[in-house]
């Protein structure tokens, strides 16, 4: 069974919003700080938002701050990413990992999200 699986990726225009999802099928993902990631092409991996394993700690990255909210609902083992007022520099592949303390032990394959102008 994979550990984590990315959702809800799509093409849409700017101005419009996205919602992902990463499924967990990991015993540990209620106890582990969960992050999400994006890639756009020709760029590296960078981070966009972080969610404590209670819920209670976000963080952003300074371009999706105010835009996008991380959340989770660790009864059905799955954590979130509300994206609204979608850009066309958010195109990216997006990626959920769930935090070991020392790096991260899962990693989804990615959802891909265009954006167009």
């Known amino acids: 069974q994979v550990p984590l699986v990315e959702s809800g990726g799509g093409l849409v225009q700017a101005g419009d919003s996205l919602r992902l999802s990463c499924a967990a099928s990991s015993r540990t993902f209620s106890r582990r700080r969960m992050d999400w990631f994006r890639q756009a092409p020709g760029k590296e991996r960078e981070f966009v938002a972080s969610i404590s394993w209670s819920g209670d700690i976000t963080s952003y990255a300074d371009s999706v701050k105010g835009r996008f909210t991380i959340s989770r609902d660790n009864a059905k083992g799955t954590l979130y990413l509300q994206m609204n007022s979608l850009k066309p520099e958010d195109t990216a592949v997006y990626y959920c990992?769930?935090?070991?303390?020392?790096?991260?032990?899962?990693w989804g394959k990615g959802t891909q999200v265009t954006v167009s102008s």
């Open positions: 990992a769930q935090d070991s303390g020392d790096g991260y032990t899962y």
